[in-house]
């Protein structure tokens, strides 16, 4: 059984639940147990451990990041691409907002299977990337009102 078509179903629903803010249909796709490794740091955690932990991250980190842009596009550069139990993608996120440029966010992301429920989740960036993140927000993240926490493992213990 192909497991991209699954992750084609967790993509719109997650897409879904950012426009209405309604989480309850990104749950199923999720393990009781599933872990985030959520790969930005600044973005105020590095991992979250169990389902609730992470439907619990999604709103908190775009209400934080990406609601403060007047728009944000998702653009496939690669995958999906299925390997065993995983599949990986390499996408990028472009945000704008007057008063910045635009920012343009890529990353690879691997979704980790057990059935069709993901057990981990991985949100990669290249050090170049996190820098041009860590730079823009320091300068633009006051005119947007992005307020970044300290980094911490939700669900967990602080990591700091």
Known sequence: MSLIPRFIEYAGAFEKAF???DWSGVAPFLAEGAVYEVGLPLLGAERCEGRDA???WFPDVLDRFDRRF???ALVLLEGPREEGTEVWIRGKAIYR???APDLELILEE?????GDRIIRLEDRYESSMVAEVERFVER???TLGIELKASRAAGGSASD
Not at 110 to 114: D, P
């Open 140 to 142: 633009y993240g006051p």
């Open 70 to 72: 007047e728009s944000r």
């Open 54 to 56: 992470i439907l619990a």
């Open 110 to 114: 691997t979704l980790e299977f057990e």
């Open 97 to 99: 907002s007057a008063g």
């Open 19 to 21: 426009e209405s803010d």
